[in-house]
């Protein structure tokens, strides 16, 4: 019934995905080789550590999974935000305020031990959600720009965080600047002894679920997605923009406050942060690999876990500086969410079909 | 400060700049500029002109070098140039004054002038006073009095425009490429600068004057260019060319227009707009006072040369502007406190004039683009779940009916044609059994099949559902050959009212469009029929 190849540009611009990312993946190799070249004795070696690191022991490869569970939901949570075109960066201070809030709630005894985690958790994301919202309605309501007044709540989170715990949950004994520890009932229990593989990991893998069905199957997402590519499109169709705008920042917070909740319940056994965990930054960075679509969330989360944990193991194993590893981190990730790779070359090829389609009338 | 440039090599009168066979498409595969040959004598205000999306615009970022050609040359003074960006335009001696203006409102107007040029001392300071001096130079040797303290925030749209122009001025600009710089003035400000420009013209400068207004292109232009879809119609002299042959080589007359059409049957009003008057943003009345009813199977047509007045009056009923001065209401019912989605569910469809913009979201498919008006309805949701099947059969059913030749209905709409991404608005606005519909220029720029399907389902949905549609077009071959009645609007006014299409043609309708003529009109909305006096 349809004409398959009614779009040549389509094609054009698969092919040309493609090899974006076939040439993004070997130029970022290629630097990390260069890198190590100049830096190693033996570059063939450390090379091949740095490639297969995480494969080359079970605690390897286990403490690969610890890195992944916050990363599941603090990368949904920004996918929801990007693909609604809200660029706001408080997934940080969200996910802190989730491990600060639950602090208190974990500290409690005589609380089942089924029910306990889940009170600290939604309580949680309820932090979550109101730190992510503050600047959602801000914008709404007063026009404020989110990517500022979003940058400046993470600050807000932090200190007030970090003066509640001090002032009033503090455990003097401790002998460092730590909350009381969690009741045993609160604490989410590792599946193995090599590292902390707990039920979060799972609660993340459904949060990712979720977050795919909510964008891509419902109506809700759909207008997420459509203010998102073209809000004066949504505006014109009728989408409730500001309602909506609202609601998935709302949303996002509570997922990033969970993931909160839960590294620390699987992690700690008291509340120990002493600044921002990077845990936001790195979902703005999965979000932008995993093209906001929370489907990809997971491979985006693995690469990024993997490329980390080969760093890690690199840096142990080698005389290779730890500077130098990060280096090579970043630049093999800053190759691979390179998006106008090529486009110059793209465009001409899109710009020689349509001349020649002109030529044929 | 005064530089050498190509353009002086050029004796008055002789070619100072050409553009041959430039090419130019977008990244989405769309041709804004089709072959184009496009030259400007020395000392001459040139005119390029056609209809919005003719690629006027597009033609002169390339010479200001803001977009890049994908194939012709430019020649500046005879010798073949390369321009990669407006900083090396303004070295060639070419300055462009934006229809939206580029300037920093907190700026004074003489660091506004010289923004990007910054007078220095001891080679790192910005100074200030060497800047207000040419600033008092540049404006006393033009004869554009200006201050230079002032901020430009506190500039009304006129003084902002006179900065622009002689920020290039002051830049060396021998050829100044003006789009639409009448759009933003009221009548004052533009017999003004008008003014301006033929001083300029005397001292030997070469303007490029952008425009679809016809008395302002026949006023003040010594040639023109008429570009349509992306092509050259023609250049000639002004002194050769009437204002309605201007405007048959805009909109064209070689379309032959195939619609079948029996006689109207109109029954009770459907749409009512209700002495609605309009002031934009910069205070300019843009509507005053229009009323008119579209009743239940009538096609009104709203005739009209661009930009007086039909944007606003298509927003106002779309629910896009809000409603300062008089009401609109839809079956009766006032849709002044309404939402866009409520005046939607109350009956309204709209093709929206920027397709590309309003009328598509062009990175989602053709489905998410149809279903975007309906997303809520039982068919198609339930319990906030997409029915992703059903979406997918009906879409499929309306991509037949409406013959959009796509991928199905997965395709993005990017990848679709201009023709084709219209009829995709075409089968979500008019499959939602609409009360009253309000079509924005439903065919322009699409091909002439596309146009032919668009207008023949406008007549089907007239007869089958009773719609009441208003038809607002610049094409006058179109409104003559759909509507059942028309309105001319002018300068904000309905200027006349036609009841009987047959008693109007072309010469007729362009006599009011181009404010010849007016008709005394009492505009009370009930007094539609008894005023009209053809």
């Known amino acids: ?14 092919r040309f995905n493609v090899l974006r990312t076939a040439i993004a993946v070997t130029l970022a190799l290629v630097i990390a080789f260069i890198l190590l070249l100049s830096v190693s004795k033996h570059p063939l070696d450390d090379m091949a550590t740095f490639l297969f690191g995480p494969f080359t022991s079970v605690n390897r490869f286990a403490l690969m999974f610890e890195k992944v569970t916050p990363l599941l939901f603090t990368g949904v949570a920004v996918c929801l935000m990007y693909a609604c075109g809200q660029i706001n960066l408080a997934a940080e201070g969200a996910f802190f305020a989730g491990a600060f809030v639950c602090t208190p709630i974990a500290m409690q005894a005589g609380i089942a031990a089924g029910l306990h985690p889940v009170l600290c958790v939604l309580a949680a994301g309820c932090a979550g959600a109101v730190i992510c919202g503050i600047p959602a309605v801000m914008h709404v309501k007063l026009n404020v720009m989110t990517v500022v007044s979003s940058l400046m709540i993470n600050y807000v989170s932090l200190y007030l965080g970090l003066y509640l715990v001090l002032n009033f949950f503090r455990d003097p004994r401790a002998g460092y600047e730590a ?5 045993m009932s609160a604490r989410l229990p590792s599946a193995t002894n090599m590292a902390n593989i707990h039920p979060g990991l799972l609660v993340g893998v459904l949060a990712v679920i979720f977050g795919y069905v909510l964008l891509y199957k419902t109506v809700f997402g759909y207008n997420v997605r459509m203010i998102g590519q073209n809000k004066r499109f949504a505006q014109y169709s009728g989408i409730n923009v500001g309602l909506t705008v609202i609601l998935v920042q709302l949303l996002a917070g509570f997922l990033a406050g969970a993931g909160g909740s839960m590294e620390v319940l ?20 999965i979000a932008v690999l995993a093209r906001n679509n929370p489907a990809y969330v997971p491979f985006a989360v693995i690469f990024l876990a993997y490329v980390r944990t080969a760093a890690d193991v690199l840096s142990r194993t080698s005389e290779v500086p730890t500077e130098v590893v990060k280096v090579i981190q970043a630049a093999v990730i800053i190759f691979i969410a390179a998006e106008s790779l090529l486009s110059a070359w793209e465009h ?6 349509s001349k020649a389609r002109l030529r044929e009338g | 400060m005064e ?3 190509l353009v002086d090599d050029t004796p008055l009168g002789g070619e100072a700049l050409s553009m041959q066979h430039i090419t130019k498409i977008y990244s989405n595969g769309f041709v804004a500029n089709n072959d184009v040959t496009f030259a400007v004598r020395k000392g001459e205000i040139h005119g390029l002109v056609g209809e919005n999306g003719a690629g006027k615009t597009t033609l002169m970022k390339a010479l200001f070098g803001q977009e890049q050609t994908d194939g012709g040359r430019v020649l500046i003074g005879g010798r073949e140039v390369k321009i990669e960006s407006p900083q090396m335009a303004l070295e060639y001696g070419i300055g462009m004054v934006h229809q939206h203006f580029m300037l920093v409102q907190s700026l004074t107007v003489a660091e506004s002038m010289t923004l990007g040029a910054e007078p220095r001392r001891f080679g790192a300071l910005y100074d200030f006073k060497k800047a207000v001096e040419m600033t008092r130079a540049i404006s006393e040797k033009y004869e554009l009095p200006i201050d230079p303290h002032k901020r430009i925030r506190d500039l009304s749209v006129g003084y902002k425009q006179r900065v622009e122009i002689l920020k290039i001025l002051l830049r060396g600009a021998k050829v100044l490429l003006m789009d639409e710089p009448t759009a933003v003035l009221t009548p004052q400000e533009t017999k003004e600068l008008f003014v301006q420009l033929k001083n300029l013209r005397d001292r030997g400068y070469t303007i490029v004057f952008i425009s679809h207004k016809l008395h302002e292109v026949k006023e003040i232009c010594d040639r023109i260019t008429v570009l349509r879809r992306g092509r050259v119609i023609g250049a000639a002299e002004i002194s050769e060319v009437s204002e309605g042959g201007i405007a048959r080589m805009m909109v064209g007359r070689d379309v032959y227009l195939n619609i079948e059409k029996s006689e109207a049957n109109p029954g009770k009003p459907a749409l009512s707009v209700k002495g609605v008057s309009y002031r934009d943003a910069s205070g300019a009345k843009a509507l005053d006072n229009v009323s008119f009813d579209v009743r239940e199977g009538e096609i ?3 005739a009209g040369v661009e930009g007086n007045g039909q944007a606003e009056l298509s927003e106002l009923i779309a629910g896009l502007l809000k409603l300062q001065e008089g009401d609109i209401t839809i079956n009766g019912k006032s849709i002044r406190d309404m939402s866009i989605g409520r005046i939607r569910q109350s009956g309204l469809s709209l093709i929206h004039e920027d397709r590309m913009t309003y009328g598509t979201n062009a990175v989602a498919t053709v489905a998410e683009n149809i279903i975007s008006d309906r997303r809520h309805k039982p068919e198609y949701q339930s319990r906030g779940f997409l029915r992703r099947k059903a979406i997918t059969e009906k879409v499929t059913a309306l991509i037949d009916e409406f ?16 023709g084709n991404i219209q009829k995709v608005v075409a089968a979500r606005e008019f499959s939602s059994e609409p009360k009253a519909l309000l079509a924005g220029h439903p065919t322009r720029g699409i091909d002439v099949g596309a146009s032919e399907l668009v207008r023949n389902k406008i007549v089907e949905l007239r007869d089958k559902q009773r719609t009441a549609v208003l038809l607002i077009s610049a094409d006058l071959s179109e409104i003559l050959s759909l509507s059942d009645s028309i309105i001319v609007l002018y300068n904000g006014r309905v200027a006349a009212r036609f009841p009987d299409v047959s008693a109007v043609d072309e010469t007729i309708l362009g006599e009011y469009m181009l404010g010849v003529k007016t008709q005394e009109v009492q505009s009370s909305p009930e007094g539609k029929d008894g005023d009209a006096n053809v």
């Open chain 2, 3 to 5: 530089k050498r440039t």
């Open chain 2, 300 to 302: 009104l047509g709203v």
């Open chain 1, 348 to 353: 001409r090829a899109i710009a020689r079909a």
């Open chain 1, 179 to 183: 909350s009381y520890e969690f009741a």
């Open chain 1, 1 to 14: 019934m349809f004409k398959k190849a009614a779009s040549p540009n389509a094609l054009i611009e698969r």
């Open chain 2, 403 to 418: 013959r959009v030749k796509c991928d199905g209905p997965d395709a993005e709409t990017r990848t679709l044609s201009g």
């Open chain 1, 266 to 285: 699987g992690m700690y056994n008291r509340f120990k942060y002493t600044g921002l965990t990077n845990h936001g930054w790195d979902g703005v960075m």
